[in-house]
């Protein structure tokens, strides 16, 4: 589990939105991939990032929480499409056409929220 300041899961941010961390982070990797592709693998394209349980579940937990803490659990999902252009079989399954493959990962996550209550003396 981590700790620590909440990044993107606090309140009024959004975790898979285009300015986020986490669709920075899976960009990246995407424009890596594509500067370094070559041959038969093109076109890397990041198609979805997404949670669950849905983003606004993840923040109304959070915010149920509120200053007594607790864990809040999710898994983050990262889709992307790639083209194949093997190149004999391209011609005689798909007219010269690429194959697009789409993978998916799934990146569980469980963050724990600070107890910032007061004790009572």
């Given at each position: 589990?981590?700790?620590g300041d909440?990044?993107?899961?606090?309140q009024?941010?959004?975790i898979?939105?285009?300015?986020?961390?986490?669709?920075?982070?899976a960009?990246?990797?995407?424009t890596?991939?594509?500067?370094?592709a070559a041959?038969m693998?093109?076109?890397?394209?990041?198609?979805?990032?997404?949670?669950e349980?849905a983003?606004?579940?993840?923040?109304a937990?959070?915010?149920?929480?509120?200053?007594?803490?607790g864990?809040?659990?999710g898994?983050?999902?990262v889709?992307?499409?790639?083209?194949?252009?093997?190149?004999?079989?391209?011609?005689?399954?798909?007219g010269?056409q690429?194959?697009?493959?789409?993978?998916?990962?799934?990146?569980?996550f469980?963050?724990?929220?600070?107890?910032?209550?007061?004790?009572?003396?």
């Amino acid at each position: 589990a981590a700790g620590g300041d909440l990044g993107d899961l606090a309140q009024g941010k959004s975790i898979v939105g285009k300015t986020s961390d986490v669709y920075k982070r899976a960009q990246a990797v995407v424009t890596r991939a594509n500067s370094q592709a070559a041959g038969m693998l093109t076109n890397f394209k990041l198609e979805e990032v997404r949670t669950e349980p849905a983003e606004g579940l993840l923040q109304a937990t959070i915010q149920q929480l509120g200053a007594t803490g607790g864990p809040v659990a999710g898994t983050v999902f990262v889709s992307v499409t790639v083209e194949v252009r093997p190149f004999i079989v391209k011609y005689a399954y798909s007219g010269g056409q690429p194959i697009v493959f789409r993978s998916t990962q799934a990146f569980p996550f469980t963050y724990v929220v600070p107890n910032t209550s007061i004790p009572i003396p």
